[in-house]
T-cell receptor, first 118, second 110 residues
Framework: EAQVTQNPRYLITVTGKKLTVTCSQN?????MSWYRQDPGLGLRQIYY???????DKGDVPEGYKVSRKEKRNFPLILESPSPNQTSLYFC?????????????????FGPGTRLTVL | DAKTTQPPSMDCAEGRAANLPCNHS???????VYWYRQIHSQGPQYIIH???NNETNEMASLIITEDRKSSTLILPHATLRDTAVYYC???????????FGAGTRLFVKA
């Protein structure tokens, strides 16, 4: 089954304790993204990746790191989590468009990770 | 991505058509109109997209005005399970910077 998986689905942690949220897709998609969703603020893009070893900042990258060493995986790293990073996080992937043209294809989203930082 | 404007909420009776409007007056010629929906706190789900012509699939229809400045998503026979937040995006959502606005919260009532 084609899917995007995230782990863990729920996490409660404390300020300053490094954590990683994993994201994996089995559709051989080039593009992957991370979003956070907060009440009243909607979905905001954190980072995105256009291919292995190619990443770029979204709208709210502060406090986050990502890596893309393999095509299927795009982990989100919080080196020193703070309470303002308490949120619902979504990973997404999408196939590429024609060379040099932004993809017109859709994004496929994971089930979400609910993170609470105390 | 072009800015989009949607009503914050709408109601629809079960079994009736739900027509969700979206304004995207600054859309450029090569930008598509996409619709996603999010049921409760699940991951957003793609519904439909189009460039100029009207589109239909098993979930919905998309009507784009001739000047492309606005569009309407139509759920032909809304059910209670269609209660969700519906997002309209004007751009190319293939993983580059994608802007999801506040969307329209659709309530389908029995």
């Amino acid at each position: 089954e084609a899917q995007v998986t995230q782990n863990p689905r729920y996490l409660i942690t404390v300020t300053g304790k490094k954590l990683t949220v994993t994201c994996s897709q089995n559709m051989n998609h080039e593009y992957m993204s991370w979003y956070r969703q907060d009440p009243g603020l909607g979905l905001r893009q954190i980072y995105y990746s256009m291919n292995v070893e190619v990443t770029d900042k979204g709208d709210v990258p502060e406090g986050y790191k990502v890596s893309r060493k393999e095509k299927r995986n795009f982990p989100l790293i919080l080196e020193s989590p703070s309470p303002n990073q308490t949120s619902l996080y979504f990973c997404a992937s999408s196939p590429p468009g024609l060379a040099g043209v932004r993809s017109t294809d859709t994004q496929y989203f994971g089930p979400g990770t609910r993170l609470t930082v105390l | 991505d072009a800015k989009t404007t949607q009503p914050p909420s709408m109601d629809c009776a079960e079994g009736r058509a739900a027509n969700l409007p979206c304004n995207h007056s600054t859309i450029s010629g090569n930008e598509y109109v996409y619709w996603y929906r999010q049921i409760h706190s699940q991951g957003p789900q793609y519904i439909i997209h189009g460039l100029k012509n009207n589109e239909t699939n098993e979930m919905a229809s998309l009507i784009i005005t001739e000047d492309r400045k606005s569009s309407t998503l139509i759920l032909p026979h809304a059910t209670l399970r269609d209660t969700a937040v519906y997002y309209c995006i004007a751009g190319n959502t293939g993983g580059f910077k994608t802007i999801f606005g506040a969307g329209t919260r659709l309530f389908v009532k029995a």
